[in-house]
């Protein structure tokens, strides 16, 4: 299996001060001005230090028989009914892992350190958006060459996410050189960078991709719920 590394485009991180304010507006109803200019500002400072990376690999996908497993050469994953159920079709899987590098979230720190909590309560939500954007670029990398083939991909779909327990991230990091894209896993599957995003999604001619898949989800505490509702 061999690792291709992304080189990740700063100048198409996805983030504008409105998808935070919108965010914001969720969670506290009106944002003042002040905040505005706040948003806009640690989204400056959240992106010169931000250092992304994007890494994935390219399996073919076998054929099993057992509830809720998924299997590839020399591994099998325990996705649970659901998930395997929205990889169905899948003739490759890949797997994928992506980091905005430890900077935003040591930004976050440091100001909720110095009691800074409105800014550092705000950076760690930009830290949070610039993960995603950076894992739907590599995302969008993968679409791009699936279609090269006339093929199509599935979701992205993360260990912890509906029922795939998170302890199967230790399987899929030992698909990855160690501290791949700079990121490191503890006992516990615990990533750091924090703002750092693993998954799986699938690559087939008869796949299907869902624009949103909140009803299959139960994680009520999701920074993007809302929006996707």
């Given at each position: 299996m061999?690792?291709?590394?992304?080189?990740?485009?700063?100048?198409?991180?996805?983030?504008?001060?409105?998808?935070?304010?919108?965010?914001?507006?969720?969670?506290?109803?009106?944002?003042?001005?002040?905040?505005?200019?706040?948003?806009?500002?640690?989204?400056?400072?959240?992106?010169?230090?931000?250092?992304?990376?994007?890494?994935?690999?390219?399996?073919?996908?076998?054929?099993?028989?057992?509830?809720?497993?998924?299997?590839?050469?020399?591994?099998?994953?325990?996705?649970?009914?659901?998930?395997?159920?929205?990889?169905?079709?899948?003739?490759d899987?890949?797997?994928?892992?992506?980091?905005?590098?430890?900077?935003?979230?040591?930004?976050?720190r440091?100001?909720?350190?110095?009691?800074?909590?409105?800014e550092?309560y705000?950076?760690?939500?930009?830290?949070?958006?610039?993960?995603?954007?950076?894992?739907?670029?590599?995302?969008?990398?993968?679409?791009?060459?699936?279609?090269?083939?006339?093929?199509?991909?599935?979701n992205?779909?993360?260990?912890?996410?509906?029922?795939?327990d998170?302890?199967?991230?230790?399987?899929?990091?030992?698909?990855?050189?160690?501290?791949?894209?700079?990121?490191?896993?503890?006992?516990?599957?615990?990533?750091?960078?924090?703002?750092?995003?693993?998954?799986?999604?699938?690559?087939?001619?008869s796949?299907?991709?869902?624009?949103?898949?909140?009803?299959?989800?139960?994680?009520?505490?999701?920074?993007?719920?809302?929006?996707a509702?």
């Amino acid at each position: 299996m061999s690792v291709h590394h992304l080189s990740i485009d700063q100048t198409q991180i996805d983030l504008h001060p409105g998808d935070i304010m919108s965010l914001l507006g969720d969670e506290f109803g009106v944002v003042d001005s002040y905040t505005e200019n706040l948003i806009d500002k640690l989204i400056t400072e959240c992106r010169k230090c931000m250092s992304p990376q994007g890494s994935f690999i390219r399996v073919k996908a076998l054929k099993t028989e057992t509830s809720g497993q998924i299997s590839i050469q020399g591994s099998s994953f325990q996705t649970g009914r659901t998930l395997k159920k929205m990889l169905v079709g899948s003739e490759d899987y890949v797997f994928l892992m992506a980091t905005s590098g430890p900077g935003p979230e040591t930004l976050a720190r440091e100001l909720m350190e110095r009691g800074e909590f409105l800014e550092g309560y705000i950076a760690d939500m930009v830290a949070s958006a610039l993960v995603e954007s950076v894992v739907n670029q590599v995302q969008d990398h993968i679409k791009q060459l699936a279609s090269q083939s006339g093929l199509k991909i599935t979701n992205r779909y993360s260990p912890g996410y509906c029922k795939w327990d998170v302890s199967e991230q230790q399987k899929l990091f030992k698909l990855f050189p160690e501290n791949g894209c700079g990121i490191t896993l503890s006992d516990s599957s615990l990533m750091t960078p924090i703002k750092s995003i693993s998954a799986i999604l699938g690559i087939g001619s008869s796949v299907v991709y869902q624009e949103y898949t909140c009803q299959i989800c139960s994680l009520k505490e999701c920074l993007y719920r809302k929006t996707a509702n």
